[in-house]
């Protein structure tokens, strides 16, 4: 089996129990009212790669966690896909990004209205943390660990992570376009949540200052990577589109690595990071080799 068909299979099958999971943590609509519920459940279930629950479980891999844990985690990887979900939602509002589509289907907003789709994200946010404070958790987990990532999740999402990204990059216009800016609005509104999958995978599995401290470098990077692949993507897509979109991006005042730096430039950057990612986590044995793969794997991806 070659490394891509390892990773292939890797994420199929934590997709699936991923998406079972969530299924059953998420009610559908008869329950009351149902348009919330159906919304909900539409934006979440539209087709995501569930890149960041993965990563949390792969963490867990790597600290030699066995698979009833990694059972035991599947609600705080859900939640973290719930919130990945939520800010999807609103990003795709027309106070933010005013899109139409999102992975090829209309919108919320555009399916259920700007004031469903409002609430559809508010839910999916509250709930992911109903989510994390179940005391089902306990059970398995420390009752002190659920609270570490309750409070590395929310510091991730918050203020001085991905809200704070999505301030600045709503706001930049009215800045200096420089990369400083643009650092700070990957690392933040993409970078902060992969992170912290990654870092709390490492709580779950009791990992030590020094492992964390690892994840914590390795999700940085490898966050940072994601969105400039995500960006060159968007440049070197197929029928044209690619050109049509950054035009649009940058009528808008869209700052992205390809339109600052040139794709060469980011093309060498993301060689740059994808190194400081696997040497972040060199010292970790065999059972890294998910990690290992998969920021391989979204260094060469195509979508």
Same mark, same amino acid.
């Given at each position: 089996?070659?490394?891509?068909?390892?990773?292939?299979?890797?994420?199929?099958?934590? $997709?699936?129990?991923?998406?079972?999971? +969530?299924?059953?943590?998420?009610?559908?609509?008869? =329950?009351?009212?149902?348009?919330?519920?159906?919304?909900?459940?539409?934006?979440?279930?539209?087709?995501?790669?569930?890149?960041?629950?993965?990563?949390?479980?792969?963490?867990?891999?790597?600290?030699?966690?066995?698979?009833?844990?990694?059972?035991?985690?599947?609600?705080?990887?859900?939640?973290?896909?719930?919130?990945?979900?939520?800010?999807?939602? =609103?990003?795709? +509002?027309?106070?933010?990004?005013?899109?139409?589509?999102?992975?090829?289907?209309?919108?919320?907003?555009?399916?259920?209205?700007?004031?469903?789709?409002?609430?559809?994200?508010?839910?999916?946010?509250?709930?992911?943390? =109903?989510?994390?404070?179940?005391?089902?958790?306990?059970?398995?987990?420390?009752?002190?660990?659920?609270?570490?990532?309750?409070?590395?999740?929310?510091?991730?999402?918050?203020?001085?992570?991905?809200?704070?990204?999505?301030?600045?990059?709503?706001? =930049?216009?009215?800045?200096?376009?420089?990369?400083?800016?643009?650092?700070?609005?990957?690392?933040?509104?993409?970078?902060?949540?992969?992170?912290?999958?990654?870092?709390?995978?490492?709580?779950?599995?009791?990992?030590?200052?020094?492992?964390?401290?690892?994840?914590? $470098?390795?999700?940085?990077?490898?966050?940072?990577?994601?969105?400039?692949?995500?960006?060159?993507?968007?440049?070197?897509?197929?029928?044209?589109?690619?050109?049509?979109?950054?035009?649009?991006?940058?009528?808008?005042?869209? +700052?992205?690595?390809?339109?600052?730096?040139?794709?060469?430039?980011?093309?060498?950057?993301?060689?740059?990071?994808?190194?400081?990612?696997?040497?972040?986590?060199?010292?970790?044995?065999?059972?890294?080799?998910?990690?290992?793969? +998969?920021?391989?794997?979204?260094?060469?991806?195509?979508?």
């Amino acid at each position: 089996m070659t490394d891509r068909e390892e990773i292939s299979a890797y994420l199929a099958s934590h $997709k699936r129990a991923i998406e079972e999971a +969530l299924s059953r943590f998420v009610p559908d609509e008869s =329950h009351y009212p149902p348009t919330l519920f159906q919304a909900m459940r539409y934006s979440l279930f539209a087709g995501g790669k569930r890149i960041r629950p993965i990563l949390c479980l792969a963490a867990m891999d790597a600290l030699g966690a066995g698979e009833q844990l990694k059972k035991a985690a599947l609600p705080v990887a859900c939640a973290i896909e719930m919130i990945h979900t939520y800010s999807l939602i =609103h990003d795709d +509002l027309p106070a933010m990004d005013n899109d139409d589509l999102r992975r090829g289907k209309p919108t919320s907003h555009r399916v259920f209205g700007e004031d469903i789709a409002i609430l559809a994200g508010d839910a999916l946010l509250t709930e992911a943390f =109903h989510l994390l404070s179940k005391k089902e958790l306990t059970a398995t987990f420390a009752a002190q660990v659920i609270l570490e990532v309750i409070n590395e999740i929310s510091y991730a999402v918050g203020c001085f992570g991905m809200i704070g990204g999505q301030v600045v990059d709503v706001r =930049h216009g009215e800045q200096e376009m420089d990369e400083g800016t643009l650092y700070y609005i990957h690392h933040h509104k993409t970078g902060a949540l992969l992170t912290a999958a990654v870092k709390t995978g490492g709580l779950l599995a009791g990992a030590d200052e020094e492992k964390l401290l690892a994840l914590e $470098k390795y999700g940085a990077h490898m966050g940072l990577m994601f969105q400039i692949v995500d960006d060159l993507l968007d440049v070197e897509g197929d029928d044209g589109t690619f050109k049509k979109r950054l035009t649009e991006e940058t009528s808008l005042g869209k +700052l992205t690595f390809p339109s600052l730096l040139g794709i060469e430039q980011s093309v060498k950057k993301v060689t740059e990071l994808k190194a400081q990612a696997l040497e972040a986590i060199e010292t970790f044995d065999d059972k890294a080799r998910p990690l290992r793969l +998969l920021v391989e794997h979204l260094a060469t991806r195509e979508v």
